[in-house]
């Protein structure tokens, strides 16, 4: 009887112990994002849980916040460490406070046109950029793009001179903040949720953006002028914390990162098209006007700007700044 009682004990802890071990070997990825489901953030996360799902059924499930749900921009990184969600993609300026060298995307005129942004970022160098914050517990896993940045405003914008005394707002930057004191503007941090609201009641006199943030959040609609300056990069860093990356088996993490980057991929080429669509957009709305700069205009914006790199090559590095030049 004893033994029966004995054998039945342990048959019952070898089935929960199994039951455990199913139950743990199913990968959970919390994906917190900051904007809606439409937008090529959005989008690709979509796709990423969507891959997968189909790939990995069983032994990965993703969970996807968008709007802001789970964690805004400026705790998701901290909750991240935590282990309280495990993916997300913030703009690289948010990445100040665990590595300055992510401060090279802030930088004005380093970069072209997003041709070259994507040169660089496939690079040796880009491509180390993505454990300079492995020091502080994360891993960078691929860029995400929005697109170039606009200069938009209430007056004309022609020459760097036309934005003497103007206030801009700005991201959370130094080297933004840098940016425009270099043409002798004021930069106003504050969220992007209060541009529209601070354009309109001229609390602000201009802002810098994406073509599809200023057709989708309205800026247009407040703002007269737009130059087409293409004078920075505003991109996300897709990441995620180092120990439970590494806690993922490696058969099964190599197929999450295939997943990821097709995903990534995949929603770079819906940012790029939306970037066309909504400049066009803009142009037939007949709200503002768009002033193309030629040429010799824009070098004057650069040469304006330029001084800003050597003041952050020390904390960017000057291999890191000579790779993004060169990708132009």
Not at 33 to 44: R, S, Y
Not at 125 to 135: A, F, Y
Not at 215 to 227: C, G, L, M
Request: hydrophobic share 40%; aromatic share 8%.
């Amino acid at each position: 009887m004893s033994l029966t009682k004995n054998m039945l004990g342990l048959t019952t802890a070898l089935l929960c112990a199994f039951s455990l071990n199913v139950s743990a070997e199913q990968i959970e990825i919390k994906f917190s994002h900051v904007v809606a489901e439409n937008t090529p953030k959005g989008q690709m996360a979509l796709k990423f849980k969507a891959l997968v799902e189909e790939r990995l059924a069983g032994q990965v499930v993703v969970k996807v916040f968008p709007n802001s749900q789970l964690f805004g921009d400026n705790k998701v990184l901290e909750a991240m460490q935590l282990g309280d969600v495990q993916l997300a993609a913030p703009s690289l300026s948010k990445f100040k406070k665990y590595t300055k060298k992510l401060q090279v995307f802030d930088l004005p005129f380093i970069f072209n046109d997003m041709a070259a942004v994507e040169r660089f970022q496939q690079g040796e160098q880009g491509q180390k950029l993505l454990n300079s914050i492995k020091r502080k517990g994360l891993q960078g896993l691929g860029y995400l793009h929005n697109g170039m940045k606009q200069l938009s405003s209430s007056s004309e914008m022609a020459t760097p001179a036309d934005l003497k005394g103007k206030k801009f707002r700005i991201m959370s930057s130094d080297v933004l903040a840098a940016q425009f004191h270099a043409v002798d503007a004021v930069p106003v941090k504050k969220p992007f949720s209060e541009v529209f609201t601070l354009l309109q009641t001229k609390a602000i006199d201009g802002q810098e953006n994406t073509w599809s943030n200023i057709y989708s959040k309205k800026f247009f609609e407040v703002q007269e002028h737009i130059t087409e300056s293409n004078h920075g990069v505003l991109d996300y860093l897709v990441v995620t914390s180092r120990d439970f990356w590494y806690s993922i088996p490696k058969d099964i993490r190599k197929d999450v990162k295939t997943a990821l980057d097709e995903a990534i991929a995949y929603g770079n080429e819906i940012a790029s098209q939306k970037s066309k669509v909504d400049k066009q957009r803009i142009v037939e709305s007949k709200r503002a006007t768009i002033k193309e700069l030629s040429d010799e205009e824009r070098q004057q914006w650069v040469e304006a700007m330029k001084p800003v790199w050597k003041r952050f090559e020390k904390q960017i590095g000057k291999k890191v700044i000579d790779a993004a030049i060169a990708a132009n």
